[in-house]
Every structure is written in C-alpha cells, then in structure tokens.
T-cell receptor, first 111, second 111 residues
Framework: AQSVTQLDSHVSVSEGTPVLLRCNYS??????LFWYVQHPNKGLQLLLK??????LVKGINGFEAEFKKSETSFHLTKPSAHMSDAAEYFC?????????FGSGTKLNVKP | EAGVAQSPRYKIIEKRQSVAFWCNPI?????LYWYQQILGQGPKLLIQ????????DSQLPKDRFSAERLKGVDSTLKIQPAKLEDSAVYLC?????????FGPGTRLLVL
C-alpha cells in the first residue's frame, strides 16, 4: 500500500532559524517523492522532487530534502526561514501512475 | 510555457444548484487530474484522465459529480446537485511522467 504521513500539522519557527518539516512514506516499490508548497488562495507549487537519483535533493527558495530509504523518510529542510516561507507544505508520493498526498504541514514564521 | 488554467476562480451557489468548473492543462500533458481540497486537508483525487480515457474515478461521488475530457485536452467537472459538504477548493493538475503541475484552483462555497 502507498501512503504518506506528515508528522506535524503545524510548525512554528522564528525568522532566520532552521526549518524542518517531516514526511514518512510507505511504498511497496521505490517511489518518486515530492514536496509542494501552497500559499493562501493559490494552487500547489512544486518545491522539489526525488526520482531515484541523488538522495539529497535541492529545490527552489533554498529548500532541500533528503531521501532516507532505511527510515522511509523524506524530510524537508531550509537553513534559515524567511517570512515569505509561511505557507502550507505537502509531501507526495508517486507510484504506478498515481499520486498520494500527505495531510499537510502549516509553517508559521515569526518575526 | 503557460501553466494549468482554471475557471472560474470563485463560485458561490446555493445547495441543490449545479455548477461546472473548467480546466485547460499544459500543452502536451496527457494526464489530467481533478482534486478536491477541503479546508485543512490535503488534496483528494476525484478523477484522473489519460488523454480522454478515465484511469481512476474510484473516489468520485458519481451520483452528483461528473467529469469529461473531450478530445483529450481541456476538461470540465460538474456537480449536480451541490451539497453543503461540497464546499472546497477544486484543483486541476496535469502531468508529464511524474512531474505534476497544478492550476490555481476554483474555490466553491455552497450555502
């Protein structure tokens, strides 16, 4: 069975501090994994994707994620949060021509 | 490259009325998806098309929802009659292989 679990529904950080958004997955086969960001009243925008190449994936706006097969994780990180990073983030898995989404993590960035 | 287009952006209707949403995918993308996103949740797949054929409609409430993708390009999602619980954002996405791109969504409010 394929599934995605985002471990935190809300994360709050101060501007300039690191961001960690956690995602675990379950998949029978090697999946492709994605992180999307959704700003209020907007569609989902692709941040980065893992497709079985390098396990450390760099995305837009300074975000990166590391694929860890042994831990079935694909956590999203950023060294220094910016106010504009406040949004909702979705982890997703792709396998057998289907996408599976997590329930989302709302990131709040405090000044 | 033009993105996924959706219209209208907002719609307010009364329960038992009908409503239709339109989506034009990115040129050349064979796969088109309709998702329902209820406030505070991740996107839920309603229907997936490959060209003009249905790949997955297992979560589409077929007694009231219908969708079509004539000629394998743009698509229409219809709700008839609408219920209060249909209030949500309806997202259209298209993909080439495992890269999926989302439109801005249509926000539906059923009163």
């Amino acid at each position: 069975a394929q599934s995605v679990t985002q471990l935190d529904s809300h994360v709050s950080v101060s501007e300039g501090t690191p961001v960690l958004l956690r995602c675990n997955y379950s998949s029978s086969y090697s999946p492709s994994l994605f992180w999307y960001v959704q700003h209020p009243n907007k569609g989902l925008q692709l941040l980065l994707k893992y497709t079985s190449a390098a396990t450390l994936v760099k995305g837009i706006n300074g975000f990166e994620a590391e694929f860890k097969k042994s831990e079935t994780s694909f956590h999203l990180t950023k060294p220094s949060a910016h106010m504009s990073d406040a949004a909702e983030y979705f982890c997703a898995l792709y396998n057998f021509n289907k996408f599976y989404f997590g329930s989302g993590t709302k990131l709040n960035v405090k000044p | 490259e033009a993105g996924v287009a959706q219209s209208p952006r907002y719609k307010i209707i009364e329960k038992r009325q009908s409503v239709a949403f339109w989506c034009n995918p990115i040129s050349g993308h064979a796969t088109l998806y309709w998702y329902q996103q209820i406030l505070g949740q991740g996107p839920k797949l309603l229907i997936q098309f490959q060209n003009n054929g249905v790949v997955d409609d297992s979560q589409l409430p077929k007694d009231r929802f219908s969708a079509e993708r004539l000629k394998g390009v743009d698509s229409t999602l219809k709700i008839q009659p609408a219920k209060l619980e249909d209030s949500a954002v309806y997202l259209c996405a298209s993909s080439f292989l495992e890269s999926q791109y989302f439109g801005p969504g249509t926000r539906l409010l059923v009163l």
